[in-house]
């Protein structure tokens, strides 16, 4: 009966991982990148070719062409502002993220800090 109740619990704990992951899910064209040449940094309008994308699946799965991305096999949502991303033959990472009005901002640490910024693909 206790075994019954735990199984229970961590389905609910599952669906509930799923739910809170559903808004960051989706094909995720990058639009524009975060530089920072050692001036304070500024946000710049990305000239991709091909186009980096950035697709987080609904069973937790990352697939990307960017280098920083591309070496990762899995995300979580962490927090409301902290995206964790793990792979098989690299460490994890979190990340810090924000999703507004369909802009999906993510930043993480480089030389001077680094970050980009996604719309859905069917919005491009």
């Known amino acids: ?22 808004e960051l899910t989706g094909k995720w064209v990058r639009v524009e990148e975060y530089i920072n040449p050692g001036n304070g940094g500024f946000w710049r309008t990305a000239n991709d070719n091909p186009p980096v994308v950035l697709e987080l699946t609904e069973d937790g799965r990352v697939v990307s062409n960017h280098h920083v991305y591309s070496q990762f096999n899995y995300f979580q949502k962490v927090s409301e502002d902290t995206i964790s991303f793990r ?24 030389i001077e800090g680094c970050g980009d910024r996604f719309v859905k693909r069917d919005q491009e």
């Open 1 to 22: 009966m206790l075994m019954a109740a735990f199984i229970g619990c961590t389905k609910e704990e599952s669906d509930l991982a799923r739910q809170e992951t559903t």
């Open 87 to 110: 792979g098989i033959s690299a460490p994890s990472r979190n990340h810090s993220y924000s999703l507004d009005k369909g802009v999906l901002t993510i930043r993480y640490l480089c």
